[in-house]
């Protein structure tokens, strides 16, 4: 049974990409039509609003996930991408944010090098850090992306995996040994995408993958 139902946004388009709940409140991410379009939005146990940011560069920037972080400043971890409108390219972009909304760092544009890069999801890593899942551009195609962030959202390492064709990272976990990812791969497997899961040793080797799926498109987002 519905209990409310709100909504957010301009005359544009506005998507939302993830919630979590936070205490008796939740906060939500997505795109915005606005420019900036990395957008977050704060809302009480009955859906009001509390506060909602535009984050990042330019039009495309979109937010893909949001996570509490490992202390209370920053409150809260967002995953994404974002460009700057002077760039063709689009990067990964992680952003801290107190409860208040306001940004306590912004790593928009770290990684960049010319090419497109994605955050699609990120989870914590035992003892500090957080571990990351996307794509990244490599020549024509996209490669499966895996990145240990610090902290303070800055990169620590990062390990690419793909063939010939488009590879994406949709989730990402901390397992045994290593780490469990998941997405699609359009490589390897039964044709078109498939469905893909990869674990990887703590030093980003790769200890097995898996695909599954049929002729047409398959793919796994979680």
């Known amino acids: ?12 388009n506005d998507y939302g990409n993830s919630v979590m709940q936070v205490g ?5 991410v997505g795109k915005s039509g606005r420019i900036p379009s990395f957008y977050v939005v704060k809302v009480d146990a009955e859906g009001q609003k509390i506060w909602e940011k535009l984050y990042g560069e330019g039009p495309n920037d979109n937010a893909q996930y949001v996570i509490e972080s ?6 809260y971890v967002v995953i994404g991408q974002s460009n700057d409108p002077n760039t063709p390219d ?5 952003i801290g ?6 940004a306590s760092w912004n790593r928009t544009i770290q990684y960049g090098n010319s090419t497109n890069e994605t955050g699609n999801y990120i989870s914590y890593l035992n003892g500090g850090g957080y571990i990351v899942a ?6 024509n195609w996209y490669d499966m992306s895996v990145m240990k962030v610090n902290n303070d959202g800055t990169q620590s390492v990062s390990w690419y995996f793909g063939g010939s064709y488009d590879e994406v990272g949709n989730y990402v976990q901390q397992v045994n040994g290593g780490f469990l990812v998941s997405g699609s791969t359009e490589s390897y497997g039964q044709g078109s995408h498939d469905a893909w899961i990869v674990k990887l040793d703590n030093n980003g080797n790769e200890i097995f993958n ?4 049929g002729s047409l498109d398959d793919k796994a987002m979680s």
Do not use: L, M, V
């Open 210 to 213: 898996h695909t599954f799926g």
């Open 97 to 102: 944010i107190n409860a208040d909304g306001n």
């Open 90 to 94: 689009s990067d990964i972009s992680i």
């Open 1 to 12: 049974e519905e209990r409310w139902a709100r909504t957010f946004g301009t005359s544009g």
């Open 24 to 28: 008796g409140q939740y906060i939500s």
């Open 134 to 139: 996307g794509a990244k551009q490599i020549s």
């Open 70 to 75: 490992h202390s209370q400043y920053p409150s």
